[in-house]
């Protein structure tokens, strides 16, 4: 039964932080206010095959660091294979919208392909919503880069 209850447990935290707001973590798991019940188990007191909190704990931030950095791997991948989407496309026109605009860059996201780049060229008088037609200035597959002008 101890196995099986361990077992549980992990499918549950699996569960809990796969399923769950983005913003949650495996540390969020194992705080006193997280009240876990799965399958009518309450594992809100469970110890974990014998660890310590300070151990959970420690696991727990591991485990999130590392979902940290697989999450930003598969964004440079998205980035990277929208610009060698759009690499033989220099020069087309793209309709989209503004996403952001701050004093560090203006973000446009275009429609078809879907894609996001920098505005590199004809910034200003624009604002969050704003519909555009861009024109595609550059890419950079390795860095995952595209550029737009207007």
Do not use: Y
């Not at 660890?51 to 959970?56: I, N």
Request: include cysteine; glycine fraction near 6%.
């Amino acid at each position: 039964m101890k196995r099986t209850l361990q077992s549980a447990l992990l499918l549950t935290i699996l569960s809990f932080c796969t399923k769950n707001s983005s913003a949650q973590t495996f540390q969020d798991f194992f705080k006193p206010e997280t009240n876990v019940t799965w399958l009518g188990i309450d594992f809100t007191d469970v110890k974990v095959m014998g660890h310590t909190d300070m151990e959970l704990e420690d696991l727990a931030t591991h485990c999130t660091a590392q979902e940290d950095a697989a999450e930003k791997v598969e964004r440079q991948m998205r980035k990277s294979a929208a610009a060698l989407l759009l690499s033989t496309r220099i020069g087309d026109h793209f309709e989209g919208i503004v996403t952001g605009a701050s004093p560090k860059g203006t973000w446009v996201r275009i429609f078809d392909p879907p894609a996001e780049g920098r505005l590199v060229r004809g910034t200003s008088d624009l604002d969050v919503g704003d519909r555009v037609r861009v024109r595609l200035a550059h890419t950079d597959v390795e860095q995952g880069f595209i550029d737009f002008e207007r």
